[in-house]
């Protein structure tokens, strides 16, 4: 039988996570979401058939997994008032906050907790998701392999053995997919100046990095071969990469990337720290 999951908030990313879960054959009827409006709640129900509620105690009273799916600022408020009736089931706790530490949360709900941070992306929607995984030395076995289950039916999951490198996975695969989405908006606007409409330009251009991603992960090649694949020497990639490297597209990407982990820590920092 399916295991109980309950998502506390039901947001951007929790939506995404349960619309893939369920698309994936995961019984609706095992899983449960909360938020503070019924009117987040309702499309959820109808169009994916779960059980809501806006009442957090009643919603992981049979729960085996509690995600956590709130914001990291509301995180604190939330796990303090669910802290009994946690303490009373003791289920597993998915946390998908990004820079709130496994013994921060544990503590917030009262000690002695199988936590499993999960660092997932919004792509998760449509069973394309990414997410990083990290447990604390609660979590036995088997619920390491329920966590990797139910990301696996999302997406792909990779374990990582220490907990600062969900700050690594925040920046490559948590915050990427706004990267590309970013890329899109720039592509479709170059192409507007080169003369396509716009539906076509952005068609074309997510079309390509759909088709470039699939290549990639189907190949033996590297990247790097990849694009000299492309690049026809004298030809017209080779002038178009030569800008981008010029341009400073790698120190881009290295400085966003950065920034993105150095938040998730002033983050664990700032929420973290005791009264
Ligand atoms: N968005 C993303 O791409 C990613 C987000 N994350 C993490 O996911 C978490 C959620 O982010 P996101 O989905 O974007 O945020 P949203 O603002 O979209 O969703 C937050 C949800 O929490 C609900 N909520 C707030 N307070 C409570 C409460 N007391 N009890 C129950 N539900 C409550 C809100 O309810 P209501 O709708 O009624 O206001 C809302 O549904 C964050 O911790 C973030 O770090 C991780 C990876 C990627
Ligand atoms: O921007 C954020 O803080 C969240 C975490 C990763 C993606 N969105």
Redesign the pocket.
Known sequence: MASNVTF????????AIMAGMVQSGYPAAAITA????D??LQPLRDQLGINTSTD?HAAIANADVVVL????Q??R??CE?LRESIQGTRPLIIS????LSADTLEQWLGGDLAVIRC????PSLVGAGASGLFANDNVSDAQRELATQLMESVGIAAWVEEEPLIDAV?AIS??A?AYFFLMFEAMEDAGVKLGLDADTARRLAMQTALGAATMAMRSDKSPAELKRNVMSPGGTTEKAVAHLEQAGLRNALDGAMQACAQRAREMSAELGKDD
């Not at 909360?34 to 409006?37: C, E, G, K, V």
């Not at 660092?119 to 919004?122: A, H, K, L, Q, V």
């Open positions: 506390i908030g039901a947001g951007n990313m929790a939506g909360t938020a503070t409006r009117t987040t957090n799916s709130v914001k990291p509301g995180m408020k939330v008032s998908v906050a990004a820079g660092m997932p992306n919004t925040t948590g915050s997919p």
